[in-house]
């Protein structure tokens, strides 16, 4: 899984600079198949239970499960998800990133710096014996305390050999509640926040999920395993865990 997450990371570090006004979101997601193949994987999401991307690409006030399009490109001051899953000998990582494309207003830039904090404002109480109530808990109060909400139709999730594994993983609910962690456990934790409301809506194609309000969302998430004495995140580059310490 170190490995699997490694390649993710990898399509980050090239992705990145690509998310430019002009480019397509199809663009993005053939270039991260192009990655993610070239580094002996497998594009998890890829027909997963029928959906038709290599990766989800989200850009503004969809939340999450963006259709990679030839026909949605990206403009100046927009916000776009990259949420990209890759499985290499058998085992499987999970991350998404949200970026913000050329000169972007500042409400969008906060949007985005929140909701990394709530990820790592959730991770770092994570040990063996914590409750996983104790990571949703925080991560719904510190988005709270700026201002956002918390969407509840969406969630992170256990992960291993399969995507989507127990336990489910809200980002919202109560300390001292929900399964108890053990060493060895990989979760995939993905604080998902929006700007106005959290009520969501799924369009005709049946994936995108879109903010109701029409209002900005943020996404971002890493695949951790839980060790003897906290966690290691698996799906961070050498440079965004620098950036970190």
């Known amino acids: 899984m170190r ?31 192009e990655v993610i193949r070239k580094e002996g994987g497998i594009p998890t999401f890829l027909d997963y239970q029928g959906y038709p991307g290599v990766i989800c690409v989200s850009v503004n006030d969809t939340l999450v499960h963006g259709i990679p399009s030839d ?20 085992y499987c990582a999970d991350a998404c990133r949200t970026y913000v494309v050329g000169i972007a207003k500042e409400n969008a830039k906060r949007l985005v710096k929140v909701t990394e904090e ?16 104790d990571v949703s808990h925080a991560i719904q109060a510190y988005a709270e305390s700026h201002g956002y ?20 993983i809200p980002n919202y609910g109560l300390s001292g509640t929900g399964p108890i962690l053990k060493e060895g456990m990989c979760l995939a934790i993905e604080p998902m926040i929006a700007e106005g ?14 903010m109701k309000d029409g209002k900005l969302s943020s996404h971002y998430e890493n695949t951790l395993v839980v060790t003897k004495t906290g966690y290691e995140i698996l799906t961070m580059s050498p440079t965004e865990q620098k950036e970190i310490k």
């Open 71 to 90: 026909k949605i490109i990206l403009h100046d001051g927009d916000i776009v998800s990259l949420d990209v899953g890759v499985t290499l000998n058998g």
């Open 197 to 210: 409301r959290y009520a969501t809506r799924i369009l005709s194609d049946g994936w995108t999920a879109k």
């Open 149 to 168: 909400s918390v969407p509840r139709d969406y969630t992170g999730h256990g992960i291993g050999t399969h995507l989507h594994e127990d336990p489910s």
């Open 118 to 133: 709530c990820f790592f404002t959730g991770v770092k109480l994570i040990q063996p014996g914590i409750h996983l109530g």
């Open 3 to 33: 490995q699997a997450g490694q390649v993710v990371a990898k399509v980050f570090t090239t992705l990145k600079p690509l998310c430019v006004p002009g480019v397509s979101t199809l663009a993005l997601a053939n270039k991260a198949d």
